[in-house]
């Protein structure tokens, strides 16, 4: 299993990134996805999930209104399609998923992508 993002960057207070995490190794289409994030100094918080079906996502009550998530599932690859970005959106922004295998779910994160809001 491997995760890997990308499209992290500085940005400008009310500027705009998108972050991708392309999936290998497992059978993406069949699960959720999310993202997390890690501030200098502070504990590791979930942003957004996207299941596998539907494509229905959840939120954090910080992000909700100006970030979405969004998976191809041809590509194997989630999105995350941040706007409106403030200060406090610095952090490390991971990709997450859970697999199930021999009968344990076992976590899988990607090595993270810097994103730095600041002018």
């Known amino acids: 299993v491997q995760l890997v993002e990308s499209g992290g960057d500085l940005v400008q207070p009310g500027g705009s990134l998108r972050l991708s995490c392309a999936a290998s190794g497992f059978a993406f289409t069949s699960y959720p996805m999310s993202w997390y994030r890690q501030a200098p100094g502070k504990e590791r918080e979930w942003v957004a999930r996207?299941?596998?079906?539907?494509?229905?996502?959840n939120y954090a009550d910080s992000v909700k209104g100006r970030i979405t998530v969004s998976r191809d599932n041809r590509k194997a690859t989630v999105y995350l399609q941040m706007d409106s970005l403030k200060p406090e959106d610095t952090a490390v922004y991971y990709c997450?998923?859970?697999?199930?295998?021999?009968?344990?779910?076992?976590?899988?994160w990607g090595q993270g992508t810097q994103v730095t809001v600041s002018s």
């Open positions: 996207i299941d596998s079906g539907s494509g229905t996502a």
């Open positions: 997450y998923t859970q697999i199930w295998r021999f009968g344990e779910p076992r976590d899988y």
